[in-house]
C-alpha cells in the first residue's frame, strides 16, 4: 500500500487570516444585530487590520499568497471554466483563476464595507464611525446604509464560496477546506514538493503595519486623542 504524498500550499498567516476575518465577520454580524456598537466598532477595526495585512503579504508573502501568482487575465479564467465540468481535474497550486478572483472580489467588498462603516453614523447621532466628522451629515447617514448594503453583498459572496467548495467536494472529489487547516494539499504523482518558504520578519512587519494603520484610523487620525468607544 503506498501513502499518498502531500505538499505546502498555504503558509500560517494566510491561514490565520482566512479563519480570523470568518469569526470576525459573523461577530461583525451578531454584534450589529444584537446592537452592541463598541464590540462592532473593535470587530471592525480588526478586519481592517486583516485587510491591510493581507494587501501587504499579497506583494510580500509566500507564491501562493501574492496576487501575481492568482490574479490571472480572461483566457486562464476561460480555459478554466471550459474544464470545470471534468471530475479529473488536478489540485490547484493555490487559487485556481476563478478562485483568484473571488478573493479579490471578496477583498474589495470587505474593505468596501469597513470603509462605509468607518464614515458611518445612525440617525440619533448616538453612534459615529472615527471618520464621520470629515463628511457631512447626509454622506455619513447614506455610509451607514451602503454598509448595511454591501454586507448583503457579502453574504452572496459567501454562499457562492460555500457552493464552491461543496462542489469541489461532492463532484471533484477534493477537500478545499483541509488544506486551509493544515496548510497542505495532496500532490500530484511525482509532483515535487512545492517551495512554500516564508519570511517571519516580514510577517511580523505586516502585522505591525496593519496594526498601526487601524489604530491611526481608529483615532481618527487626531493622534492626541485616544479613540472613543
Do not use: C
Request: net charge positive.
Amino acid at each position: 500500500m503506498t501513502t499518498r504524498s502531500i505538499t505546502p500550499v498555504w503558509d500560517p498567516t494566510i491561514r490565520l487570516f482566512h479563519w480570523l476575518l470568518v469569526a470576525l465577520i459573523a461577530f461583525s454580524w451578531w454584534s450589529g444585530e444584537q446592537h452592541d456598537l463598541e464590540r462592532h466598532r473593535l470587530s471592525g477595526y480588526g478586519i481592517l487590520a486583516l485587510l491591510v495585512f493581507r494587501v501587504y503579504w499579497g506583494f510580500f508573502g509566500p507564491r501562493t499568497a501574492r496576487f501575481a501568482s492568482f490574479v490571472r487575465g480572461p483566457g486562464a479564467v476561460v480555459a478554466y471554466l471550459k474544464a470545470l465540468g471534468s471530475r479529473k481535474a488536478g489540485h490547484a497550486d493555490g487559487h485556481n483563476p476563478l478562485g483568484g478572483w473571488s478573493v479579490v472580489a471578496m477583498l474589495l467588498a470587505v474593505g468596501a464595507m469597513v470603509t462605509a462603516g468607518l464614515f458611518a453614523s445612525d440617525i440619533d447621532m448616538l453612534y459615529d464611525g472615527p471618520l464621520a466628522t470629515y463628511v457631512s451629515f447626509d454622506q455619513s447617514s447614506a455610509a451607514s446604509d451602503l454598509h448595511s448594503t454591501i454586507f448583503n453583498v457579502i453574504l452572496a459572496l459567501v454562499a457562492l464560496h460555500v457552493i464552491a467548495v461543496a462542489f469541489y467536494l461532492v463532484w471533484k472529489r477534493q477537500n478545499l477546506v483541509r488544506p486551509m487547516i493544515t496548510g497542505k494539499r495532496p500532490a500530484a504523482p511525482e509532483e515535487p514538493t512545492q517551495d512554500l518558504r516564508w519570511s517571519p520578519v516580514k510577517a511580523l512587519i505586516g502585522i505591525a503595519i496593519a496594526v498601526a494603520f487601524a489604530w491611526a484610523v481608529s483615532t481618527g487620525f487626531q493622534f492626541g486623542n485616544a479613540p472613543a468607544y
